[in-house]
């Protein structure tokens, strides 16, 4: 399930900006963020591509949505220029931006080479 995020529930879930300026992930679990907007085409395109990848990897992955017209704090502070953009969040590692429409491929091959690292490289240690 996508949740939608304000200012206030992204400092609480990813990342307290004023907190810290030094990246600080909160999340249990990896995460992708969209920075979108209702007018935005290829946002349109994006969300039931990211509807499909909250369900396929419901509890693995955290997917959640920013409206840039709504929360234009959060889009500033991540200097977002061009919508949508997505940030593409692993447990450990510094967060990654991809901007513009991308096909599911995409996110599949992020989600699975990026995002998920911890969860790959302990699978290869079981199986060595």
């Known amino acids: ?4 995020l304000t200012a206030e529930t ?9 907190e810290s300026e030094e990246w600080k992930f909160k999340g249990e679990k990896p ?18 591509i990211l509807e499909e990848l909250a369900k396929e990897y419901d509890g693995k992955v955290d997917v959640y949505k920013v409206d840039t017209e709504k929360e234009q704090e959060l ?8 919508i949508p953009s997505i940030l593409f969040i692993s447990k450990g590692g510094k967060p990654q931006m991809g901007t513009g ?12 080479t990026e995002l998920m690292v911890d969860e790959i490289n302990s699978g290869e240690i079981a199986e060595a």
């Open 10 to 18: 992204f400092k609480e879930k990813v990342f307290d900006y004023h």
């Open 31 to 48: 995460a992708i963020v969209d920075f979108y907007a209702d007018w935005c085409a290829p946002c349109k395109m994006v969300a039931p």
């Open 1 to 4: 399930m996508i949740e939608h």
């Open 75 to 82: 889009a500033a502070i991540f200097g977002i220029r061009s």
């Open 101 to 112: 429409a991308m096909p599911k491929e995409s996110f599949v091959q992020i989600i699975e």
